[in-house]
T-cell receptor, first 114, second 113 residues
């Protein structure tokens, strides 16, 4: 079945550590996105990518980094520079088509700093 | 840059009644797509409906319909015949030509029996 897989589902991080969240899609989508969601809040865009080896900062990129070495994969690293990383992280992908760019989402990763 | 505004943080609706969720947006891009997503308490994002900026007719998908007023930059979602399973958070989103998909703050809908 085609879809987006995020792993792990739950992640615990000690302060000062970097952690990497995985996002893989087999939908052959060009565009991929990372969002952060705090409790009861909306989705805020961290990074997005439209093509391999290229990505753009979203609205809250500070303290995060990404790579897009393969079309299928868009991992997100939460660095120690991110002072408040505890949140729900959602990865999404979509085709690049101006007629309808519905995004498909993974199940999310809940990151907690301990 | 684009911006999505959802002014209703929470709404209550009686089962079987209709509810309208407001969404206004701001973009300088003449070509864009508007989306509504549903997020139940489980956290998954469920796509509901799409409206293109050049579409002449309002989009409909089953019990969901969009009241699209381009001049007012408004794309309100109407859920008809509400069901208990409609209780969730609802997000409006916009995707302009650069595919920077941005979301509003969301509206929590609670359906009462």
């Amino acid at each position: 079945d085609g879809g987006i897989t995020q792993s792990p589902k739950y992640l615990f991080r000690k302060e000062g550590q970097n952690v990497t969240l995985s996002c893989e899609q087999n939908l052959n989508h060009d565009a991929m996105y990372w969002y952060r969601q705090d409790p009861g809040q909306g989705l805020r865009l961290i990074y997005y990518s439209q093509i391999v080896n290229d990505f753009q900062k979203g609205d809250i990129a500070e303290g995060y980094s990404v790579s897009r070495e393969k079309k299928e994969s868009f991992p997100l690293t939460v660095t120690s520079a991110q002072k408040n990383p505890t949140a729900f992280y959602l990865c999404a992908s979509s085709i690049l088509d101006t007629s309808n760019t519905e995004a498909f989402f993974g199940q999310g990763t809940r990151l907690t700093v301990v | 840059a684009q911006k999505i505004t959802q002014t209703q943080p929470g709404m209550f609706v009686q089962e079987k009644e209709a509810v309208t969720l407001d969404c206004t947006y701001d973009t300088s891009d003449p070509s864009y797509g508007l989306f509504w997503y549903k997020q139940p308490s489980s956290g998954e994002m469920i796509f509901l409906i799409y409206q293109g900026s050049y579409d002449q007719q309002n989009a409909t998908e089953g019990r969901y319909s969009l009241n699209f007023q381009k001049a007012r930059k408004s794309a309100n979602l109407v859920i008809s015949a509400s069901q208990l399973g409609d209780s969730a958070m609802y997000f409006c989103a916009i995707s302009p030509h650069d595919y920077k998909l941005s979301f509003g703050a969301g509206t929590t809908v609670t359906v009462r029996a």
